[in-house]
């Protein structure tokens, strides 16, 4: 069992940046993947980013060169690093784990770009 909880979200004006955390509880954390997804409101939940247990990553196209995901394994934490942040990168950012058949949600952590 894992369990995730965000941090980091807030207020941010159009070109600010922020760097949103996610702890993990529960053992192996190393061995999960992990991924950053977010959800707009009035829209589906989409992909942000991924990093697997072997370190490599791969970025939705809209956040590409904008966004960096890195992990702590030590610290079972993961986070993401956003830059040059826009209007549309307004939504809840959730953090997600996986391995095998399992996967787990945090609750979400809230990101308003908006001057």
């Known amino acids: 069992q894992v369990q995730l909880v965000e941090s980091g979200g807030g207020l941010v004006q159009p070109g600010g940046s922020l760097k949103l955390t996610c702890a993990a509880s529960?053992?192996?954390?190393?061995?999960?993947?992990m991924g950053w997804y977010r959800q707009a409101p009035g829209k589906q939940r989409e992909y942000v980013a991924h990093l697997t247990n072997g370190g490599m990553t791969n970025y939705a196209d809209s956040v590409k060169g904008r966004f960096t995901i890195s992990r702590d394994n030590a610290k079972k934490t993961v986070y993401l690093e956003m830059n040059n942040l826009k209007p549309e990168d307004t939504a809840v950012y959730y953090c997600h784990a996986s391995w095998a058949t399992v996967a787990y949600w945090g609750q979400g952590t809230q990101v308003t770009v908006s001057s």
């Open positions: 529960g053992s192996r954390f190393s061995i999960y993947a």
